[in-house]
């Protein structure tokens, strides 16, 4: 009701493996956890993550692992964040949205302390102050995220592709005019210094995350992307 929006929610319940559960798949068809998944992918068994749980999904995964763009090296990714975040001034954490009441404090002596992102995690978090609140600090720090993007709506809707039911659907959007719908970078830069700003951040994002992946990618791949339109 706040934002505007009319509409009934309905909670579907979770089926299958609970939230963040670290086990594996037992048998073909059994429903594992997101961290269950990641954890075989990243420790090459990819088949049995994927084979039975999502098959729809192998091929494409096979497909960008033989491209060098799959898996993601988190450990990679924890060494390139923790370098930006030594870099940071307790002003610069006190900036971020979910941090209050001194947080700022325990996050640079963490910082300080910690030499890969789980063993920062845990120097933070404590009963106050959740994992996933945890988890959104550091990352907006290293992404550079600041409180006032963190409060504000989408200023756009970016399409990463879509199918002839979905085309239709984004033709419905763009007569309604309730957010621009984006689908290429030119679209970005004839819209505003909003917009702009925020894809600028999507970009860094991206650019870093390029850095991460088995055949490191140049940046620009979100300017240069295009959204795949099956139909």
Known sequence: ??????????????????????????????????????????????????????????????????????????????????????????????????????????????????????????HIKTKRYTMSRVRRIVLAACLGVPARERACMPPYLRVLGFNARGLEILRSAKQERLLPVVTRYAHIRRIGPQVQQVFSLECGAGDLYALCLPCPQRCGAEQRFIPAGIV
């Open 1 to 122: 009701a706040a934002l505007g929006v009319e509409f009934e929610p309905l909670a579907i319940p979770r089926a299958g493996a609970a939230h963040d559960s670290q086990g594996a798949p037992r048998m073909q068809g059994e429903i594992a956890s997101a961290s269950a998944m990641r954890r075989l992918i990243c420790a090459g068994e990819w088949e049995r993550a994927m084979s039975g749980t999502t098959p729809e999904a192998a091929a494409l995964y096979q497909a960008e692992r033989g491209a060098g763009r799959t898996p993601f090296d988190y450990g990679l990714f924890g060494s390139i964040a923790l370098a930006r975040l030594r870099s940071l001034e307790k002003s610069d954490f006190a900036a971020l949205g979910d941090v209050c009441e001194g947080l700022e404090n325990r996050v640079y002596a963490a910082v300080r302390e910690a030499v890969s992102l789980p063993e920062l995690y845990e």
